[in-house]
């Protein structure tokens, strides 16, 4: 909480005067690959993953009125391989779709715990870049990439369909360079978003060791 | 030494041509309803992509030791079935083990993948898993029934309980057992639908009713794996519809690599005509309730089941 | 030979020393059970050969005791069974009290399979049958030392009426045919339903109670459950058999006709019997809630099949029936022993309360994991050679095609039930209650494996069974019945061969695993039955998702008209109108001297009025 403007969020100063660190920890953009070049096998492999994508199918906000019509007949998101999957152990994508309240955090969380590797989190709207509309709100988390790492952000409030599917395409540019996938880099970082997500949640039980 | 070498070589060659085809009939399929539903739809491939990806997972999630042999199961039911059906006709490369098995141990063994599916499900805890489970199993006893009726109607009018005479009977006389008898062709066409798993009788995986049902807690390589035994299970049942009624396929006169190609055009036309039945239907219907499913199985596909046994017994003279 | 009397001796001596050294000690008296059987057997497999004769006079009547090769057949079952169950039930009734009433009547029972079994004659037949009544009788009221009524009654009434059904059967064989030797009887067609059809009418009856025929198969639920588990193994597996054993010999002369016309209607009603209870028994075992009533019913359904193989008369029904019964015994033997397992390490069967015990149990769970495979008769474990043999039998050579319907679609139910038992004790949540149990003790294990690794064996290799079937065909009545070690083939010439079926199996099976099981190996996480997708929630501690209840409701409702037919309530129904009959004539009975003086001045009236026609 800032303590020289009324909006809530700290100004450059405080942060810089606080010495706190808010820069994400993991993020697919900007990353630089650490093989030059890819390997015959990798280049198969991501170019398989890019074109089959699953997304689960679980709406956390309101910006989810925007996915039944990218999913259908007008707006087609089959044709790129993307199709909905029912539970975490079979998808691939985690859509953050709009302002995520702290009582969604913590199944969100799990549920990304739950999802196998490679995993990408696509986040909607601009409630997960800077709170939104919800900036000022108690109950709203205001950058997402604090507690789960993001691959690709989707700015819009909300997101038309074929900002979604320019969002999709950029993703699967991501994963051809093999930049996407965050899973493993959470893993490592591991204190650091329970740190955050612990100061969030208010009625935190998780278990002590992270095996999901 | 040579025979053991073909007949190893003719097993993962047919193995190669159940796994190809599966997964491409499974790709048309999402594309043709797309198509129907005024949209483009995912290539063709897509399935092999699906696959793939699946099998790239880099970590994986295991439940337990039954949850392990689900997949392994489901791949020995198709791989083994796979071996009894004549895929095409006194062809060298693709006669595998089809005089050494007959129908009704084909219709047991079908069961096998699904049991390995259904105890694995059952291990990891679940109930959505276990709901769907009993859903399945249920519907089987539905639709079993006027497609064992069916059988039993072409055993007795032909005499014989092996596919391999059936398909002698119908490339010798050029009649297709189709045209023999048509109700026992009715009756296997419906409980086909049952067996595709396609609407109206999805109830036993729909993602939205019940999580996707016995695979829901599965990901990864065994997704992946469960995804190709299905995709191989279809072809092996289009294959064994086509070669009990339409004729089989491979009866040319043609020698050599040229004899088997055209056969395996035949096959797949005429398997991917049978194919578009259950796809058809499916792509319009909305989805039965369990008991519903049961209970329509057992009124006119039996009762055409039925008249099948009698006409075969008619044909037969014993009825006289 | 005095070896046979000597066998009988030697169960009759160890049921009374098992008696009485529990009073001595509790600890030894299993063992020398064990030992007991286990001598008796050892003696009858060495020295007793097929086609001994005994023969001796008692009080006036022919005696005589031997062995064919159909008895050598079912000597097999019951010897094997009974030693591997008191194996088994030496840690199974540890602790618990009058053992040596326990094991005495143990023994006598098996003393009165075997005694059934090697008796030519009826007389010797129908006491020896009593003996096994009595003594499993005694049985059943074990573990109901105050209810006596409502556990055992039922067993009891329908026995009596079969024994006295078949006692009245002898007596009339003896009066027309005069002899108690039953090849004597057989020879001179006292079983042809021809003249006096109710000689072979009543035995059947007789027969058919103990192997749970419908309609008189209702006290099998409740008897079958109630009694201890390592009883219901050979009370299940081996006396059930005996009901079998009989119905063959009635249809002795059945089998040696060449063109039996006047056998139509008995094969009709019995092989529709057969498939009645076969419907029946599994519908009624897919809503059980309980593992032991589901078994019990299950063993309705499984006997049905072997009465329809035996109706239908030709080679390869009858030698379906006979597989099927020695297979029978040796899976359900093993799944009555799992459920006893896991009754005394969990505390119940109550499938509702007990679930999820296979990491606790593993060798348990692989035991029922191949009994069921084999109940199920999915290749390649030996209940599906059964299963084919009966199919092909009643596809080419009779010609009752409904009836195949109708076993076919209770052979697909019977894959229901086989995955509820499967489930409900091993699959699905781990409950909080047991998180205790450990596995099974050794000496429990060991007949389990037994029997598991037999009905393996005998799905690649069928022809160790079908070897000593063959010969008991050839005693009843058969000639020529040929077989194979490894393939099936039925008359219109088509085979199986199950060697190559399992052969491929094990070697896709090789593959596959390898395959599934090096993928990926070292970044696999174990997780457990509360770690599943719950909608991102995590379960508390008294959240359950145990999903037991109304296991299979969609298929109750869908086969709704198939549940309405219950024969129990027939039975208790007509039990109280014979009760409100019988009232009226104990209201005879005034009590009043008067009244009795007026019956006898009624007598002599009458006798006098009508003496012209009663003594003429």
Redesign the interface.
Same mark, same amino acid.
């Given at each position: 909480m800032s303590k020289t403007n009324n909006i809530g969020i700290p100004t450059v100063e405080e942060i810089k005067q606080a010495q706190i660190d808010f820069s994400p920890r993991c993020t697919s953009a900007g990353r630089v690959n650490d093989k030059e070049t890819q390997k015959m096998v990798d280049y198969i492999l991501n170019f398989a993953r890019k074109h089959s994508l699953f997304v689960l199918a679980y709406g956390t906000g309101c910006g989810a009125i925007e996915i039944p019509a990218t999913m259908t007949s007008r707006y087609d998101a089959e044709r790129f391989g993307i199709r909905g999957a029912a539970t975490p152990r079979q998808a691939d994508i985690l859509l953050i779709t709009g302002y995520l309240s702290t009582k969604t955090l913590k199944r969100v969380i799990r549920v990304y715990e739950q999802m196998q590797d490679p995993k990408y989190v696509i986040a909607f709207g601009s409630c997960t870049i800077n709170g939104g509309m919800y900036f000022d709100s108690y109950n709203t988390i205001k950058a997402l990439d604090r507690y789960l790492p993001v691959d690709v952000y989707i700015a819009g409030c909300m997101p038309r369909p074929e900002s979604v599917i320019r969002g999709f395409v950029k993703l699967q540019e991501l994963i051809q360079k093999g930049n996407a996938g965050n899973g493993e880099c959470y893993r490592e970082n591991l204190e650091w978003y329970r740190e955050n997500q612990q100061k969030v949640i208010k009625n935190w039980d998780f278990p002590e060791n992270y095996n999901w | 030494m040579n025979e053991i070498i073909i007949k190893i070589g003719g097993a993962f060659l047919t193995a190669i041509l159940a796994f190809t085809v599966g997964m491409f009939y499974a790709g048309l399929r999402r594309k043709i309803t797309a198509r129907v539903q005024n949209r483009v739809g995912p290539p063709i491939y897509q399935n092999f992509l699906d696959l793939l990806k699946l099998q790239s997972k880099s970590t994986n999630v295991a439940h337990g030791f039954m949850g392990h042999m689900a997949p392994i199961w489901i791949i020995i039911a198709a791989m083994t079935v796979l071996m009894f059906i004549p895929v095409l006709q006194n062809n060298l490369w693709f006669d595998n083990l089809t005089l050494k098995g007959d129908l009704i141990f084909l219709l047991y063994m079908m069961v096998f993948g699904s049991l390995g599916m259904a105890l694995g499900a059952g291990q990891t805890g679940n109930p959505n898993s276990a709901i769907g489970v009993t859903r399945g199993l249920s519907q089987m006893v539905g639709f079993e029934i006027p497609f064992v009726m069916a059988l039993v109607a072409l055993m007795l009018q032909f005499k014989t309980t092996s596919i391999a005479d059936l398909m002698h009977f119908q490339s010798s006389t050029g009649h297709w057992i189709i045209l023999e008898n048509p109700f026992a062709f009715l009756a296997a066409l419906l409980s086909s639908l049952g067996m595709f798993r396609y609407s109206p009788f999805d109830i036993v995986g729909a993602p939205a009713e019940l999580a996707s049902g016995p695979m829901s807690e599965f990901g990864g390589k065994y997704l992946g794996t469960m995804m190709t035994g299905g995709a191989v299970f279809a072809f092996i049942k289009l294959v064994l519809f086509v070669d009990l009624f339409l004729g089989g396929a491979g009866n040319n006169s043609v020698e050599g690599i040229v004899g088997t190609g055209l056969g395996l055009l035949e096959l797949l036309i005429k398997t991917f005509l049978f194919y578009m039945i259950p796809v058809f239907i499916g792509l319009v219907s909305p989805r039965f309730r369990t008991e519903q499913a049961i209970q329509f199985f057992w009124k006119w596909p039996s009762f055409f089941g039925l008249i099948a046994i009698g006409w075969a017994l008619y044909k037969n003279g014993a009825l006289g | 030979m005095e070896i046979l009397t000597s066998i009988l001796l030697i169960f009759l001596i160890g049921a009374i020393i098992t008696y009485f050294i529990d009073g001595i000690s509790r600890k030894i008296t299993g063992i020398t059970a064990f030992i007991f059987s286990l001598i008796g057997a050892v003696v009858f497999f060495a020295k007793v050969q097929s086609g001994d004769t005994l023969k001796f006079q008692l009080g006036g009547i022919d005696l005589q005791w031997g062995l064919n090769d159909y008895s050598y057949y079912f000597v097999y079952i019951i010897l094997g069974l009974g030693v591997l169950a008191l194996l088994y039930s030496i840690k199974y009734m540890e602790g618990k009290a009058r053992l040596g009433y326990f094991y005495g009547s143990f023994l006598l029972t098996l003393l009165g399979m075997l005694g059934v079994v090697i008796s030519q004659d009826f007389v010797s037949l129908f006491i020896f049958w009593e003996i096994m009544t009595w003594a499993s009788f005694l049985l059943i009221i074990y573990n109901a030392y105050y209810k006596v009524k409502t556990k055992g009654i039922k067993y009891m009434i329908f026995s009596a009426i079969g024994a006295y059904a078949m006692l009245t059967a002898i007596v009339f064989i003896k009066e027309h045919y005069g002899t108690f030797i039953i090849s004597e009887a057989i020879e001179k067609g006292a079983f042809n339903f021809e003249q006096y059809i109710y000689i072979p009418v009543f035995l059947l009856l007789g027969f058919g109670i103990k192997a749970a025929v419908m309609p008189f198969h209702v006290w099998a639920p409740a008897a079958y459950s109630k009694s201890p588990m390592s009883f219901t193994t050979v009370f299940s597996g081996a006396m059930s058999k005996m009901g079998v054993f009989g119905i063959g010999l009635v249809f002795t002369s059945f089998y040696l006709n060449a063109n039996p016309e006047n056998f139509y209607w008995v094969k009709l009603i019995l092989g529709w019997l057969g498939g009645i209870t076969a419907v029946m028994g599994t519908i009624y075992a897919l809503i059980q809630v309980d593992a032991k009533k589901l078994l019990a019913y299950s063993s309705i359904a499984q006997l049905g099949y072997i009465v329809v193989g035996l109706s239908t008369g030709t080679k390869l029904g009858v030698m379906a029936a006979l597989y099927l019964a020695v297979l029978h015994a040796i899976f359900k033997g093993a799944l009555f022993m799992v459920a006893g397992a896991v009754e005394r390490q969990a505390g119940t069967t109550d499938m509702t309360k007990v679930s999820?015990l296979?990491?606790k149990m593993?060798w348990t769970f692989f035991v029922a994991?191949i009994s069921i495979?084999a109940l199920?008769?999915?290749?390649p474990i030996g209940g599906?050679v059964g299963?084919?043999l009966l199919? $092909?039998a009643l596809?080419?050579e009779s010609?009752n095609?409904i009836l195949?319907?109708v076993i076919?679609?209770s052979s697909?139910?019977a894959?229901?039930y086989s995955?509820r038992f499967?489930?409900g004790l091993f699959?699905?949540? $781990?409950e909080k209650e047991t998180e205790n149990v450990k596995e099974a003790p050794v000496t429990m294990l060991i007949p389990m494996l037994i029997l598991g690794v037999l009905a393996l064996v005998t799905g690649s290799y069928p022809g160790l069974v079908f070897e000593p079937a063959a010969k008991a065909m050839q005693a009843i009545g058969f000639t020529d019945v040929s077989w194979q070690m490894s393939?099936l083939t039925?008359i219109?010439g088509?085979?199986?061969?199950l060697f190559?079926?399992s052969m491929?199996?094990f070697a896709?099976?090789i593959i596959?695993?390898i395959f599934?099981?090096l993928?990926?190996l070292k970044?696999?996480?174990?997780?457990?039955?509360? $770690?599943?997708?719950t909608?991102? $929630?995590?379960p508390k501690e008294w959240e359950n998702?145990?999903?037991q209840h109304d296991?299979?409701k969609?298929?109750e409702?869908?086969?709704a008209p198939l549940y309405r037919m219950n024969m129990n309530k027939i039975w208790k129904d007509l039990g109280k109108n014979l009760e409100a009959f019988f009232g009226f004539f104990r209201k005879l009975y005034t009590g009043n001297g008067q009244t009795y003086a007026l019956y006898v001045v009624i007598f002599l009236v009458l006798l006098l009025l009508f003496k012209d026609v009663i003594f003429s």
């Open positions: - | - | 999820g296979i990491r593993p994991l495979i199920a008769g999915i290749p599906f299963k084919w199919y $092909e596809i080419t010609n095609y195949v319907i076919f679609f697909t139910a894959f229901l995955y499967l489930f699959l699905g949540q $781990e393939s039925n219109w088509n085979t199986t061969n190559l079926i491929l199996i896709v099976f596959a695993f599934l099981t993928k990926g970044k696999t996480r174990y997780v457990g039955t509360k $770690e599943i997708s909608s991102g $929630e995590l998702f145990t999903f296991f299979f969609p298929f409702r869908a086969a």
